[in-house]
């Protein structure tokens, strides 16, 4: 093998190890549909979350509040193309998704408001109000 040979390996080695790293994303390497990310604030008196649920529709979520609880499950479809000229790759993802946690405050189930809104479903949880004490006083 001659110096000139190896320099020729070698150069078509260089675009072979940076074609994954340029090439665009492909469908495979997209984030599970399953996975569902969620983001929660508060104030004195409500719980704000935000869930990403790519490939969900609006019928096809629930949400469900007990006490300090809250259950967020999907029915997740997502469907992708690629076209490279020269062959078609088509992936398709049918699942479900759910995820629950607790808030830490007994929140008011009757108050809650849901909205879902390009793949975001955002909550409104009120806290429910504190039972207050009373001193009773002894006759």
């Known amino acids: 093998m001659t110096a000139l040979t190896r320099i020729d390996e070698f150069d078509d080695m260089i675009p072979q190890l940076f074609r994954g790293f340029l090439a665009p994303m492909r469908a495979s390497q997209m984030r599970e549909p399953g996975d569902l990310r969620v983001d929660i604030s508060e104030n004195d008196k409500v719980f704000s979350v935000r869930a990403e649920i790519p490939g969900a529709k609006k019928d ?25 000229g020269r062959a078609v790759v088509r992936e398709r993802y049918f699942g479900s998704s759910s995820r ?40």
């Not at 096809?60 to 967020?72: A, F, L, P």
């Not at 009120?126 to 001193?135: F, T, V």
């Open 60 to 84: 096809d979520i629930r949400v469900s509040v007990s006490g300090d609880m809250v259950s967020i499950s999907a029915e997740v479809k997502k469907e992708s193309e690629e076209k490279d």
């Open 100 to 139: 629950s946690f607790r808030l830490g405050s007994a929140l008011d189930d009757k108050a809650a408001e849901a909205k879902f809104e390009n793949g975001v479903l955002t909550l409104t949880l009120p806290k429910r109000a504190e039972a207050s004490s009373k001193q009773v006083e002894i006759r």
